[in-house]
């Protein structure tokens, strides 16, 4: 749903990232998930769009939240985590869908191990943002609303 003038962007967080703050901080950093959705929050609201976040573990309910994102939202930033290297369904999901994704990812999956080097999603999405931990995300945020004001994000 729009909110007066503003566009809505659902930003959805895979597997794993509620772990934020404990899992590997070496390589995802000490911020927890709740940090970083409330920095999305402030970035969102300093550039004039509405943003819903979701975290899930679960395949079947990102594939859910993207194919009722139609009508809902203007973009998804997504971060499908390990979903990324293997989910055949949710980057089918993106693919149906008419609401342009942004891929994120916190690390630089490039620099990381062999089977992290591909991604199944990234084929189907706008963009992707890589190894920029929470400023990818707000980056993302600010492409979005770029392609949502009918520009190009680059």
């Known amino acids: 749903m729009v909110?007066?003038?503003?566009?809505?962007?659902?930003?959805?967080?895979?597997?794993?990232?509620?772990?934020?703050?404990?899992?590997e901080p070496e390589i995802y950093?000490?911020?927890?998930?709740?940090?970083?959705?409330?920095?999305?929050?402030?970035?969102?609201?300093?550039?004039?769009?509405?943003?819903?976040?979701?975290?899930?573990?679960?395949?079947?309910v990102m594939v859910d939240a993207i194919q009722q994102s139609v009508g809902k939202y203007q973009c998804i930033?997504?971060?499908?985590?390990?979903?990324?290297?293997?989910?055949?369904?949710?980057?089918?999901?993106?693919?149906?869908?008419?609401?342009?994704?942004?891929?994120?990812?916190?690390?630089?999956?490039?620099r990381r191990e062999e089977f992290r080097h591909h991604s199944v999603t990234a084929p189907v999405c706008y963009g992707q943002i890589s190894g920029l931990g929470v400023q990818g995300y707000l980056l993302a945020l600010e492409a979005a609303a770029q392609l949502i004001n009918g520009g190009e994000a680059l």
């Not at 909110?3 to 899992?23: A, C, F, Q, T, Y």
């Not at 999305?40 to 609201?45: G, S, Y």
């Not at 979903?83 to 993106?94: E, G, K, L, N, P």
């Open 29 to 60: 950093g000490k911020m927890t998930l709740e940090a970083i959705n409330s920095q999305i929050k402030k970035r969102a609201e300093e550039i004039g769009v509405y943003v819903d976040t979701l975290q899930t573990n679960h395949e079947g």
């Open 77 to 110: 930033v997504i971060n499908p985590a390990a979903f990324t290297h293997y989910s055949i369904a949710v980057r089918d999901a993106i693919a149906a869908v008419a609401v342009p994704a942004i891929e994120v990812h916190l690390s630089n999956i490039y």
């Open 3 to 23: 909110m007066g003038d503003k566009k809505n962007i659902l930003v959805l967080h895979g597997p794993n990232i509620n772990m934020l703050g404990k899992r």
